[in-house]
């Protein structure tokens, strides 16, 4: 459509300026109106004497994508269950991407903003190391499972975090991994805890009856 064209010309005045290729994700309304998305490179095309004579381009229709990306992210953001997505791997130490709005309900910490957070700072410092090396198992593909469970994916190891104000939140934590590394090597994972704390509370409760009524 000229609404396409018009869209592109800028790209395409870049490539056929500097010479480099150009890939952009492009959201159009068709003549029907219905909405697609598209992943578009625009490429130079090279004359005899090796200087850039014209542009060309491909388009992918990548609309399906984009919408399970959209409802992934939905699903995300309104789980119940406290889930980070973290990266790890690469030239950076471990950092969280994302952080749903359960583990702000969690550990009183606002999703919006935790991007740069370091999830070892809200482990219980005793923890941390257990934690750190979990996560490395994982990532290196090791079987971690308490049962025996598939590599890539740990899950039933019980941890402490700390919330805002100090106090231990016992949890259980999953982490998986999403996809294949990078070719900068960094791999992306999903870390889900599940809150144990008010069972932990009545077990020490319990315990601490049994050792101080009279039998």
Wanted: aromatic residues 4%.
């Amino acid at each position: 459509s000229a609404e396409a064209r018009a869209a592109m010309r800028p790209d395409e005045e870049q490539v056929a300026r500097t010479g480099s290729p150009a890939t952009f994700e492009q959201h159009l309304v068709l003549a029907d109106g219905e909405e697609r998305t598209y992943l578009t490179t625009i490429f130079p095309l090279l004359g005899d004497d090796a200087a850039v004579a014209g542009v060309g381009g491909i388009a992918t229709d990548v609309t399906e994508r984009a919408r399970a990306e959209e409802r992934l992210a939905a699903v995300f953001a309104h789980s119940p269950v406290p889930t980070l997505r973290m990266v790890t791997g690469g030239d950076r130490r471990t950092q969280v991407l994302d952080a749903n709005e359960a583990v702000r309900a969690l550990v009183g910490l606002e999703a919006v903003g935790m991007g740069a957070e370091d999830l070892f700072g809200v482990v219980h410092p005793q923890d941390r190391p257990m934690t750190r090396s979990l996560m490395d198992s994982v990532v290196a593909g090791a079987s971690t499972h308490h049962d025996g469970g598939e590599d890539g994916r740990v899950v039933g190891r019980e941890i402490r975090l700390l919330d805002a104000e100090g106090r231990v939140r016992w949890v259980i934590l999953s982490v998986s991994l999403v996809g294949r590394p990078s070719a900068d090597g960094e791999q992306e994972l999903i870390v889900q805890f599940e809150d144990t704390t008010t069972l932990k509370t009545a077990e020490a409760a319990l315990t601490e009856r049994a050792l101080t009524d009279p039998v």
